[in-house]
């Protein structure tokens, strides 16, 4: 596609609920980023795939947190058991391989707890 | 770890003037990218520019021009003839040479552009 796509825009969810985001990445991008925005830390990585390579979790913050990229392109982050810190915008990146490389963001979904 | 250090939450500048955003981060690697990122309030992060540590000549992209200080692990962005559309969130952000590629983010600089 012409940017990456990310669903739903935003998300209002009870304690406890589990949820879903989805990442489009471009097309012919083989990395994909998933950042989290929130008041009190700013944007702090979540995790990282690279093409077939084992993605880089090191930054999910607790084991309620997972993604996986089916395919090579689109990615799903899941939220289990959500709970109000977990309130933040998700932000999702792609690029081509290597450091030199930029990474485009999409607009995030903005996850709501109540 | 790296670090980045965005050390002015809010700025105001008026239209067609010239303002500095100031970033200081730290590392131990010789070679590393930096980049100022954009977020309007649409949300979507817009990159403005980018550097590479081991380039001696500060990048520029039109208005947008950067003064890298290697030594001094200084990156500050310089906006000239600013815009009402420059009104954003700034953030400054480092990416080393190995590991995941992630970017690391300063807590960014709310510029505000006055008519």
């Known amino acids: 596609g012409a940017g990456v796509s990310q669903s739903p825009s935003n998300k209002v969810t009870e304690k406890g609920k589990d949820v879903e985001l989805r990442c489009d990445p471009i097309?012919?991008?083989?990395?994909l980023y998933w950042y989290r925005q929130s008041l009190g830390q700013g944007l702090e990585f979540l995790i990282y795939f690279q093409g077939n390579s084992a993605p880089d979790k090191s930054g999910l913050p607790s084991d309620r947190f997972s993604a996986e990229r089916t395919g090579g392109s689109v990615s799903t982050l899941t939220i289990q058991r959500t709970q109000q810190e977990d309130s933040a915008v998700y932000l999702c990146?792609?690029?081509?391989?290597?450091?030199?490389?930029?990474?485009?963001f999409g607009a995030g979904t903005r996850l709501s707890v109540l | 770890a790296q670090t980045v250090t965005q050390s002015q939450p809010e700025m105001s500048v008026q239209e067609a003037e010239t303002v500095t955003l100031s970033c200081t981060y730290d590392t131990s690697e010789n070679n590393y990218y930096l980049f100022w990122y954009k977020q309007p309030p649409s949300r979507q992060m817009i990159l403005v520019i980018r550097?590479?540590?081991?380039?001696?000549q500060n990048a520029t992209e039109n208005r947008f021009s950067v003064n890298f200080q290697k030594a001094a692990k200084s990156f500050s962005l310089k906006i000239s003839d600013s815009q009402l559309g420059d009104t954003a969130m700034y953030f400054c952000?480092?990416?080393?040479?190995?590991?995941?590629?992630?970017?690391?983010f300063g807590k960014g600089t709310k510029l505000t552009v006055n008519p």
């Open positions: 550097q590479e540590a081991y380039k001696q």
């Open positions: 952000a480092f990416r080393g040479q190995g590991g995941s590629e992630k970017l690391v």
């Open positions: 097309s012919g991008h083989t990395a």
């Open positions: 990146a792609s690029s081509l391989r290597g450091v030199k490389n930029i990474q485009y």
